[in-house]
């Protein structure tokens, strides 16, 4: 049964380093939940400030707070990252609990049926191309030239199960 | 338009890790820019924690220039070569800085000029003299270490007119 209170889409145990940026227009188009891998972007021309994107395996760090929690409605925070385009970027050493992993493999993916992937402790994370925690490489899986990808993001802490609300418990080394 | 303040040769957006070092004579003698690469050295009998001019390898990044405008005629002048101490900076700082390679390896060492085009996500390194760069010196000047993997940080911003030139960088040292 679960012990620890999960009532968000990124939930801290113990905080590292962190810094607001600036979203990109694509990330502020499309939303995101807490815990989402991005990369740092260039900023538009003439503006001198640290715009971060989605990332697509390369690694800036996590946002915390998710665009539109349900933890956030009817608080001051309701819509506020979107209006100012700025959140605060997560980076360095953390342990966090979040839901936004991967749940299926890449091959699957791309074709189904959908195969879970297997999560182990200690295993390294990598971002995956849609940004989202996952065990596989996926430049290497997907072809992609920058392959393999040696961003590692962290490790795994404690797997998914009924037991954690399917949350990913991870150490976040970025 | 700059609207940030960069005043120094290394200017801190985001603090993380330091430590105080003691300083090669080599480094000393040569002097060095904030946000330069320092790695580990022997320190002989005394025991010191001591850095010298990074090769590629990484200890840290020196906080403060060895002789910086700002610290002129005020109490830092001189300060750290005269002590032989300095700040050394780890883990995940976010910094704008001076202290990165402005021009490619192979063209420098017989011209003419080539800029590096550095750009925001990517990969840095130290080059062999210590400087922030995106390629691996070791594998372009035949290092038999190489290659490097070493990475030192990732491009934030890439260095132009709007940031006064700097490099900005997210380290993770």
């Known amino acids: ?174 | 338009m700059p609207t940030v303040t960069r005043n120094r040769d290394c200017v801190v957006h985001m603090k993380s890790d330091s430590f105080t070092v003691a300083l090669a004579p080599s480094l000393i003698a040569s002097g060095w820019t904030g946000g330069s690469g320092v790695m580990w050295s022997d320190s002989g009998a005394s025991d010191k924690f001591m850095v010298e001019q990074s090769d590629g390898l990484y200890g840290g990044m020196l906080l403060f220039g060895s002789d910086e405008l700002s610290d002129k005629w005020t109490g830092l002048s001189d300060n750290q070569t005269v002590y032989s101490f300095a700040t050394i900076c780890t883990g995940g700082w976010v910094v704008s800085t001076v202290s990165f390679e402005t021009y490619t390896w192979a063209s420098r060492q017989a011209g003419p000029l080539v800029a590096i085009t550095y750009t925001a996500g990517e990969k840095l390194y130290w080059s062999l003299r210590g400087l922030y760069t995106n390629t691996d010196e070791w594998s372009e000047s035949g290092d038999p270490r190489a290659p490097n993997t070493f990475v030192v940080g990732r491009v934030v911003a890439a260095p132009s007119v709007t940031n006064n030139y700097y490099l900005t960088a997210q380290t993770n040292l």
């Open chain 1, 1 to 174: 049964m679960p012990i620890a209170p999960r009532n968000r889409d990124c939930v801290v145990l113990k905080r590292g380093e962190s810094i607001t940026v600036s979203l990109s227009d694509g990330l502020l188009a499309s939303g995101w939940q807490g815990g989402q891998g991005v990369v740092w972007t260039a900023p538009a021309v003439g503006v001198d400030e640290f715009k971060v994107g989605v990332s697509d395996g390369w690694v800036a760090g996590l946002l915390l707070d998710g665009s539109n929690e349900s933890g956030d409605q009817y608080t001051g925070l309701t819509g506020n990252q979107v209006a100012y385009g700025y959140a605060v970027l997560c980076y360095g050493n953390w342990l966090l609990m979040t839901r936004t992993i991967e749940r299926y493999t890449w091959a699957s993916r791309q074709g189904g049926p959908l195969v879970d992937i297997v999560y182990v402790e200690s295993a390294p994370l990598f971002l995956s191309l849609e940004g989202k925690l996952t065990t596989e490489d996926e430049f290497t899986l997907s072809g992609d030239p920058r392959a393999p990808n040696t961003s590692y993001i962290g490790y795994v802490c404690q797997v998914p199960s009924v037991d954690n609300d399917y949350y990913l418990t991870f150490q976040m080394s970025a």
